[in-house]
């Protein structure tokens, strides 16, 4: 009988099958007999048909922005630029401040004071001082507490007043004290701020308080609250140049310190606390990724244990913890809330053992944030300080980029006026700071960043989706930088 040409074919096949299923059977043999020099043939032809060894394979070194792979934030408290680095040699500072930028108007005359008004009785003798910025170390070292300057939302835009930055004594608390500035020279900062990139044009990205700004730092949004009670509800600027202030606009944005409604916050009524907070945060956006994060606040165990002394309670600013006031995280299960809520001593162990998340944020406690008030600026330089050498000396340092800014202006004046975006800011420039092995080193980068920006590096770094309008269109560090 005769095969067709496909079962000739087919039965070709078949005895090859069976070839080699008889080669590889007799394979001990062959090595018994002859040794492993007649396995190059094998081997060899393995290697023509596509076989390799997974360990032979190499991973690509990573190149551009995915060289970082740890992002350190450390959020500092209420100064403004010419207020800290005013004197940086290279930088926009105070010798640039023409004298239509430092002239303050006084609202009820509408001219320019005749000497500062004062009000700060820490101040022994009151001095009196012309119209004009001055430095605050000649009457008080930085070592010493000012009194708190008035930092709210519609203050700071009645003292920006249009890009004018005169009205900024009129519309404080603390008048004349807002002019002044510290020697940068001193600053326990300044020589290693020298070393990397400081960033001359950074403006805090809503107008202002910690408040707003905390939670815009975190979701580029202002937060919701609506039907708040009415004793809440602000009027804002009148037409007189009054304001009718509150902690809730009118159109029911939290603009104003309010306190989150999961615990820890201050003694308040049930129903002047901030509802929780739905809005997407980057923590979602990196949770989405699957990249880890954390947010470190100095006291936070100590103030959740229930045993921190009056002191501590004092000092520790509820207002400041971001996360907390969010469902997810502050109104969540203790497992997602311990993950991701954490104390700055937990910060300090991670980044010694390697262990650091990806992205942290970095909130010191009340006595080393610089807030005026209830600290002094050398206590918390010296806390930035030893920040940045433990990350300097970390196992992560390699591959790391620090960003230091401070939360909002703390209602000093700065003489550069401020872009115009929204509604929300951004509010007056602030100091930025880069420490990193990218960093450029000894720079002074004039490109216009604000507070979003972090969230735009982090978005570009990891592919993340932007959380809105403004980080979408905040420059990400791109002349900060370098690859």
Not at 68 to 87: A, K, Q, R
Not at 128 to 133: A, E, F, G, P
Not at 231 to 238: D, E, F, N, T, Y
Not at 416 to 429: C, E, L, N, T, Y
């Amino acid at each position: 009988m005769k095969m067709s040409a496909n079962s000739r074919q087919l039965s070709g096949l078949a005895l090859a099958l069976l070839f080699c299923i008889n080669v590889f059977m007799q394979i001990p043999n062959i090595i018994t007999r002859a040794g492993l020099g007649l396995l190059a043939p094998i081997v060899a032809a393995g290697a023509l048909t596509g076989c390799k060894d997974s360990s032979s394979t190499t991973t690509a070194a990573p190149t551009g922005i995915s060289k970082v792979g740890h992002v350190i934030v450390i959020y500092m408290e209420n100064h403004s630029f010419d207020n800290l680095y005013g004197e940086f040699p290279g930088a926009n500072g105070l010798s640039n401040a023409t004298a239509s930028e430092y002239t303050q108007i006084d609202t009820a005359t509408g001219k320019p004071y005749t000497t500062l008004p004062w009000n700060d009785a820490s101040f022994s003798p009151q001095p009196s001082l012309v119209d004009k910025y001055f430095d605050i170390d000649s009457m008080k070292p930085a070592s010493q507490e000012t009194e708190d300057l008035v930092h709210r939302y519609y203050q700071e835009m009645a003292q920006i007043d249009g890009g004018k930055m005169d009205k900024f004594v009129a519309y404080s608390n603390a008048k004349g004290l807002v002019m002044g500035y510290y020697h940068t020279a001193q600053l326990p900062m300044f020589p290693i701020v020298q070393q990397y990139t400081l960033c001359d044009n950074f403006f805090h990205s809503a107008f202002g308080g910690s408040f707003l700004n905390h939670i815009y730092m975190v979701s580029a949004a202002a937060p919701m609250f609506q039907n708040a009670p009415s004793s809440l509800v602000a009027k804002g600027i009148q037409s007189n140049g009054n304001i009718i202030d509150g902690a809730v606009s009118p159109d029911y944005y939290g603009i104003n310190t309010l306190q989150p409604t999961p615990n820890p916050h201050a003694p308040t009524a049930a129903a002047n606390l901030l509802p929780l907070q739905t809005m997407p945060t980057i923590g979602d956006r990196l949770d989405a990724k699957g990249i880890s994060w954390a947010w470190y606040s100095g006291g936070w165990n100590n103030i959740l244990s229930g045993h921190a002394s009056h002191n501590d309670s004092s000092l520790f600013q509820y207002h400041h913890q971001a996360f907390n006031y969010f469902a997810k995280y502050g109104g969540g299960p203790d497992s997602v809330r311990n993950k991701y809520l954490k104390d700055e001593t937990d910060f300090m162990t991670a980044l010694s053992n390697g262990t650091l998340p990806a992205v942290s944020f970095v909130k010191p406690y009340g006595i080393n944030n610089e807030h005026p008030g209830y600290t002094d600026v050398i206590t918390g330089e010296n806390h930035l300080v030893s920040l940045v050498n433990a990350i300097k000396a970390s196992p992560i340092w390699n591959d790391c980029v620090v960003i230091i800014t401070y939360d909002e202006h703390g209602g000093f004046w700065d003489h550069v006026a401020p872009p115009v975006i929204d509604k929300w800011g951004p509010g007056s420039r602030v100091p930025g700071i880069i420490i990193s092995p990218f960093a450029k080193k000894g720079y002074v980068d004039h490109t216009q960043y604000e507070t979003v920006s972090i969230l735009a590096f982090i978005e570009k770094r990891w592919g993340l989706q932007p959380l809105g309008t403004r980080d979408a269109a905040a420059n990400p560090f791109t002349n900060a930088l370098q690859f």
